[in-house]
């Protein structure tokens, strides 16, 4: 098997990984201490933006960037949101960040902080995740011990507080202005951007929302340099990738691989292979919100934000689902409409009501009524609530409703032909 | 019945109301630590947290509906909340939503006539490598099987007839 670097999940062998005395055991809280006492908040904005570091909560927006929109003359304060409402169905890699890597999320998090002269900063974590949790509160009490966070911060004159805010179970939390809607005690709506929240975000305040895993990977740039980052993987996708993967391999999990690494690699040589003999029918490569791969597809996708638009899809949350031929794609993708139709927040006409008739209508293809104009229908459906809405929520609803039609229509019109499903094993409803 | 919450809870409430830039951020910790407390966010707490921001119950109601794992109404001491979503589907949960349902005689939605369990099925809870998977109350129970299942249900069984309900 080939050597990955390991930037994130380096040292997540030792079972106690998560305690401070771990993470600095194994050098760790040198790059923030480095970051303050060295170098100005400029410099580590031009580190990031050189590192070619892109955003890994899916939409893959380059990460310097977004912290040199912060609007630094505002005499607003201003606020860091760190994204843990993990929610993209198939993606667990936050998780194990912050159940196991905790504090360099927390360290990341000082530095972000520091660069965007923030002094109150929030982990959004979703209500269902106890354990992060219970142990980010824990690392953020054993940070505040130690001189890591509080008032002059190792004496340079820096502070900062870090308040670990659980949410209680919307999907939608996960969108980063429905987050701060959430954050501000209101539904968690998703707002109209621009004012985009870098100008106009928390409170009415200057807002940076990164992804966990983005800012778990800030302090090992700093500590290596961005020249080192940017070396591994592709050019425009450079770094390692945390990768969940789930369904019908024998071994899921999550998986650290540089970009720009062959997306059959992760399942055969990491994941050993489909489970039981299955042969594979499909992959989702970054969670349901990204169009699906076919096996033919597969083979030649590469795993890197660039390489999967090429082929039509996106590398999205790093949710890697994969379908065997045991699985019923008509009600995978019933499973998946369902699961936008009960997230969609109501706000925008197009999503509610698109997301509902599609659950609709393809309920009777599941029960074996379907009917052949109804899958133009549900095309219709799709493609009428891409595109109009506050959100992304309805194009990523739009997504799986599409590829699944195009790429599996052969599934859907057996459906009709045999009145259900004939061929696969789950076959109750 | 009045309501009332303990000294601990009020002391939690405090500190919330206090510690954000704009007070309106407690709400959702407040929430929590009413629902931690009494098992549910009910009509009675409703106006006692509208009380305590100087909203209206309409406004508390509205947020309050938005976000699932909050109860309005008192469920069973153990809600099993079991994945639907899409990596549960493709290990089969159907199985151990049968099984749960044959051992607790319930559909979802429902609780047992003693009151011990509730089933719901939840979307995707962040376990997908080691689906199928349920959360009871706030705990994970991943890589399940029917046999475990069983043996987990009897657990609590157990446990609520010695320590009541």
């Known amino acids: 098997m080939r050597e ?25 809280y040198k790059a923030f201490q480095k970051a303050l006492k060295e170098m100005t908040p400029e410099e580590i904005i031009e580190e990031m933006k050189k590192s070619g570091l892109r955003g890994r909560g899916g939409a893959g927006f380059p990460t310097g960037l977004k912290w040199s929109f912060m609007d630094k003359k505002s005499p607003k304060p201003k606020y860091l949101v760190n994204n843990s409402d993990e929610s993209e169905p198939g993606t667990f890699k936050d998780r194990l960040l912050m159940e196991r890597n905790t504090h360099q999320m927390l360290e ?61 179970g919307a999907y939608i939390c996960g969108d980063e202005t429905g987050m701060l809607s959430s954050l501000e005690g209101k539904r968690g709506y998703p707002k109209v951007k621009p004012p985009f929240p870098a100008i106009q ?53 999550v998986y650290e691989l540089e970009m720009g690494s062959p997306l ?23 969670g349901p919100s990204v169009p699906i791969l076919t096996a033919e597809e597969c083979d030649k996708a590469i795993l890197d934000f660039d390489s999967m638009k090429e082929i039509g899809s996106h590398l999205g949350s790093g949710g890697v689902i994969v379908f065997g031929e045991e699985a019923c794609m008509v009600r995978s993708l019933l499973v998946l409409t369902e699961f936008f139709a009960d997230e969609s927040c109501g706000q925008c006409t197009p999503c509610r009501e698109g997301t509902g008739w599609a659950v609709k209508l393809l309920h009777p293809f599941v029960e074996g009524k379907g009917e052949l104009p109804d899958l133009d229908l549900l095309m219709d459906v799709a493609d009428r609530m891409k595109f109009r809405t506050v959100c992304t929520l309805a194009d990523a609803a739009a997504s799986p409703i599409e590829s699944f039609i195009i790429k599996y229509r052969k599934e859907f019109e057996d459906h009709i032909a045999n009145g259900g499903c004939a061929s696969h094993s789950q076959t109750q409803n | 019945m009045s309501f009332e919450l303990s000294e601990k809870a009020k002391k939690e409430i405090e500190r919330e109301l206090g510690r954000y830039p704009v007070k309106d951020s407690a709400l959702l910790p ?36 938005f976000y699932w794992m909050l109860r309005r109404k008192s469920a069973g001491k153990y ?31 429902e609780t047992t006539k003693d009151g011990v369990f509730t089933l719901q099925l939840a979307e995707c809870l962040g376990s997908c490598g080691t689906a199928p998977m349920m959360m009871v109350n706030n705990r994970y129970y991943e890589d399940l099987t029917r046999e475990r299942v069983t043996e987990l249900v009897e657990g609590w069984r157990k446990e609520a007839m010695t320590n009541g309900k």
């Open chain 1, 4 to 28: 990955h670097k390991k930037i994130l999940t380096a040292n997540l062998d030792d079972p106690e990984s998560h305690t401070l005395k771990s993470y600095e055991a194994h050098g760790g």
């Open chain 1, 201 to 253: 975000g928390l409170f009415g305040c200057p807002t940076v929302v990164n992804n966990t895993e983005t800012l778990a990977t800030v302090p090992w740039i700093l500590q290596n340099g961005s020249d080192t980052y940017a070396k591994i993987g592709p050019e425009k996708s450079p770094g390692t990738r945390l990768f969940c993967v789930s369904g019908h391999v024998k071994k899921p999990g």
């Open chain 2, 30 to 65: 407040v929430f929590w630590i009413v629902h931690n407390e009494r098992g549910c966010v009910d009509d009675e707490a409703v106006e006692y947290i509208a009380g305590l921001f100087d909203f209206s119950a309409a406004k508390v109601l509205g947020v309050l509906s």
């Open chain 2, 79 to 109: 809600v099993i909340s079991l994945c639907k979503n899409i990596s549960c589907y493709l290990r089969e949960y159907e199985n151990i939503l049968t099984h749960l349902q044959d051992l607790l005689k319930v559909q979802v939605g």
């Open chain 1, 264 to 286: 059959m690699e992760l399942i055969n040589d990491h994941c050993g292979g489909m489970q039981n003999g299955s042969r594979l029918k499909g992959i989702i490569p970054g």
């Open chain 1, 108 to 168: 990341g998090m000082i530095i972000a902080a520091y660069a965007l002269d923030v002094h109150l900063a929030f982990v959004y974590i979703r209500g269902e995740y106890t354990s992060c949790i219970e142990n980010t509160e824990r690392a953020v009490e054993e940070a505040k011990e130690k001189g890591y966070l509080g008032k002059n911060i190792l004496g340079t004159g820096f502070d900062l507080e870090i308040i670990v805010y659980k949410g209680a």
